[in-house]
């Protein structure tokens, strides 16, 4: 599925969302979808099951991104340019727990 594909379904979901006539099966496929919803959207990370900045969710995020990095070719894959990246994009990560 292409990723403009992936956002109008994600759009129409959020109009069933809106409208109260969400299926089951139609909240089965928002969640499937879940690593496609931007962090900041609350509407569809509630409705898809996806705890707010849940350690396991950040992890698996940021492995993500290392095999990102790494099917590129990408000599630096290590935690130190993941949080930068996470900074870069005010995304959390898993020192930020720590910082105070």
């Known amino acids: 599925m292409t ?3 992936i956002n109008s379904r994600l759009e129409y979901l959020r ?3 809106i409208a109260e006539c969400i299926s089951y099966s139609e909240i089965f496929e928002l969640q499937t979808l879940s690593q496609f919803i931007d ?3 609350t ?3 509630e409705w898809a099951g996806v705890p707010e900045n849940d350690e396991e969710l950040i ?4 492995d993500d991104l290392r ?3 790494i099917a590129y070719g990408n000599e630096e ?3 130190c340019i993941i949080y930068e990246i996470c900074d870069l994009f ?7 727990k720590y910082k105070n």
């Open 59 to 62: 992890n698996k995020r940021h």
């Open 67 to 69: 095999t990102v990095l």
């Open 90 to 96: 005010d995304y959390p990560n898993t020192i930020d």
């Open 3 to 5: 990723t403009k594909k």
């Open 39 to 41: 962090t900041n959207d």
């Open 15 to 17: 109009g069933k969302i």
């Open 43 to 45: 509407l569809l990370l």
């Open 77 to 79: 894959f290590g935690d």
